[in-house]
């Protein structure tokens, strides 16, 4: 789905983080002809502990899983202040021109995983976490 779908996946993001993606959606689209794929927003707690029950048996531990998938109490998709996006020409795009919409990849090993970060308009996005088990917010 795109960022303009009414999908609770894409509705029950951030107010800003959504005004945010639907701008650089727009200008991607008129500049390069590049579409925004939504391949997850916001979720449940539910859905949250399911990815991470089926991520611990992927990976084969919980400590392992975590590089990946945070758990339903700290994840920034299940508050609606994250977003997985594709395709790669998405991304790619989004890395060049995210921090003049505020949008930033986070995560070094998640090219697709992006969150607002107002402050990178005037600042630039900040330094990555290499991944999810290095950010203070969700380290328990």
């Known amino acids: 789905m795109t960022v303009f779908s009414d999908d609770p996946t ?14 650089a959606a727009t200008d991607a689209a008129d500049q390069r002809g590049i579409q925004f794929v939504v391949n997850s927003g ?7 502990a399911e990815l991470l029950d089926d991520a611990i048996k992927k990976y084969g531990s ?6 990946w998938v945070a758990t339903p109490d700290t994840s920034e998709h299940v508050k609606g202040e994250a977003v997985d996006l594709g395709p790669m020409k998405a991304t790619d795009w989004l ?21 607002l970060r107002p402050s990178a308009v005037k600042h630039g ?14 380290q328990q």
Not at 62 to 67: D, N
Not at 95 to 112: F, K, M, P, R, T
Not at 129 to 138: L, M
């Open 95 to 115: 890395a060049q021109h995210g921090d003049a919409y505020g949008l930033c990849q986070i995560y070094a090993n998640e090219s697709w995983h992006y969150e």
């Open 62 to 67: 919980k400590a392992a899983a975590e590089k």
């Open 42 to 48: 916001w979720r449940s707690a539910a859905d949250q």
């Open 10 to 23: 894409v509705t029950h993001l951030d107010p800003d983080l959504l005004a945010a993606l639907r701008r």
């Open 125 to 138: 996005c900040p330094a990555m976490y290499a991944d999810p088990t290095q950010d203070p917010r969700i």
